[in-house]
């Protein structure tokens, strides 16, 4: 295998605990932020917002914002532009939250009910709309028009990503390469602007701006490609959602292409009257689940999801070399490495 | 009445046409950059967007910018930061459409079939975000991070508009003064920022921006208490929507907030019964607009909007004393009170 697996040859568990340690200072602003930020004289706001926020979620895309910034400032007031963008991408994620689970009509989201099923579409929408332009006050805060413009760019991206999403969805026989396109834009876009912003706020060299862009890209692409293969083996209690919700709604995914690609006449008729037409019968997700584990087609995912997860820790190579910054990239090549194996 | 009516001092006629002739260059190149920065890899894009912004409107938003950056400049040159400003107004404009769309499940805008009627939901709702994202970026573009500052509050304000809007629906005793905050933020904070953005760009000092401001806060609400009152008089050919469809939707505005008001016991009984429970019978409509008649609601209405369009007009005194800035400033006063009649 080409890349290094930094992390393992440290000798760690593939971890989010050291990262959530050396993050912990300054995420708790940001969480402060995240609360003060999402007040507004409208109550319904805070209300609706609070309940999506509240319920939690790692915070996977500030950290990275949080993250990047640390990695190019040891000074607290040096990054405290960093503490606004991070506030920004999470609300950015938010909206993104609330607008998806509108077109998917969830109902269900991290164990609990979603804002949709609370509040209604209607309200789903607009707090989504106002978290969106929130996230853009809070960057002009931060005062640095380059960064906005890299977080901007992604906004228009991820939206892009899911509209191709839309496209391919119901087409069990997508190419691959149009898959990783839907969630590089959905998903990891996302994730590298957020952690290149972190670094670039604080006045790093260009190729450290770099690095950090290229870790959030293939961690988030590592986070997704795993997303998609837990909905095919985790319950409801383990994924805070409900497991095969992607088989329901027609989503193409790594493991049904994998699938699909490999599958004989009988079984590409399967994903047809399923994923194609949403002729759905009784028994048909246990039948989804016996031809994925036919072709071995999770576990494959996982696999590609790991390699993504070694690519985002080598993309860390010039922050190994300072005394400063390896501690922080260790805890993030191995953050990488737990993403891509939270299954087991 | 307190403010000076400078168009009619001038002795022009309610119209639009000269502001239209004096800012048709500026404006050619606004719609040009609408349609090159629609476009997108993903074609639904291009496509669903292109379906509301060719439908047309006045486009008056990014008149605002630009007759604000004219104003400021008669340098061409200096005006093109507020071109790439005046596109993103009309994408944050197009993007509330769609979204508002979506959620009044409206089928007809513009005299058209609505995106989210062609397209669906879900489309809508994403491509709507495309485009506020897409208005972000040109907005970094143009290079200004006070200016962008300043949209990035109006876009935060426009979704609290909406959903006060949402809070008072259904609601016949709402206080009028619940009316006039949402329409300032759904409809006249936009215009107001519009104005203020195109000025402010070209570096003119601030009580110039101030002006503009101010300017574009009266026209908006002159502008949307026209709509709301034209919508119980006007047919569908005249709205390009169908009349009446702000009474289906138990929308609360000015005209039966005048008629609640004044209103007797069997009026406030009708009033609760359709725009309070939505209990809609045949002939509702026509009987609506018999009460509204009997208290000359609507009159009334038409009335307000023309003192905001007054308003408008008198904020631009600071232009009115120089040759440059003086046939601008008539012809956007002028506009200010077509605005408030075009129902004659």
Chains 1, 2 share one sequence.
Not at 108 to 137: H, M
Not at 313 to 334: D, I, K, Q, W
């Amino acid at each position: 295998m080409p890349v290094t697996n930094v992390a393992r040859e440290a000798g760690e568990a593939p971890s989010l605990a050291p990262l959530i340690d050396m993050l912990s200072g300054d995420m708790a602003g940001v969480n402060a932020t995240i609360l003060e930020r999402m007040e507004s004289e409208v109550p319904l706001i805070p209300q609706l917002a609070g309940h999506l926020i509240a319920s939690g979620g790692k915070r996977m895309r500030p950290m990275m914002t949080v993250a990047g910034a640390m990695m190019g400032s040891h000074d607290a007031a040096t990054r405290a532009p960093a503490i606004l963008l991070a506030t920004a991408v999470e609300f950015i994620h938010s909206a993104t939250l609330l607008h998806d689970d509108v077109i998917d009509e969830s109902r269900l989201r991290r164990g609990q009910d979603t804002a949709n099923a609370l509040w209604g579409n209607d309200a789903s929408v607009l707090v989504g709309d106002f978290l969106f332009a929130r996230a853009f006050e809070l960057m002009v805060e931060a005062g640095d028009i380059t960064v906005l413009g890299r977080l901007a760019a992604a906004a228009a991206e991820i939206t892009e990503g899911e509209i191709r999403q839309m496209a391919i969805t119901g087409q069990p026989d997508t190419p691959v390469d149009d898959y990783f396109d839907v969630i590089r834009g959905k998903t990891a876009v996302l994730f590298s602007a957020a952690a290149a912003a972190g670094i670039e706020v604080t006045g790093a060299p260009a190729e450290h701006v770099e690095a950090m862009r290229v870790y959030g890209m293939e961690l988030g692409m590592a986070f997704q490609i795993m997303d998609d293969a837990l909905d095919y083996t985790a319950t409801a209690a383990q994924m805070g959602k409900n497991a095969g919700d992607d088989f329901i709604d027609q989503k193409i995914t790594l493991p049904t292409i994998l699938a699909w690609q490999d599958g004989d006449a009988p079984e590409r008729e399967f994903w047809q009257r399923t994923l194609g037409s949403a002729d759905f019968e009784e028994g048909d997700l246990a039948q989804a689940q016996a031809i994925l584990a036919r072709h071995d087609a999770v576990n494959r995912s996982v696999a590609v999801a790991h390699d993504h997860a070694l690519a985002a820790g080598a993309a860390l190579a010039p922050f190994m070399e300072e005394a400063r910054t390896a501690p922080l990239a260790r805890a993030l090549a191995n953050a990488a490495l737990f993403a891509a194996h939270r299954a087991s």
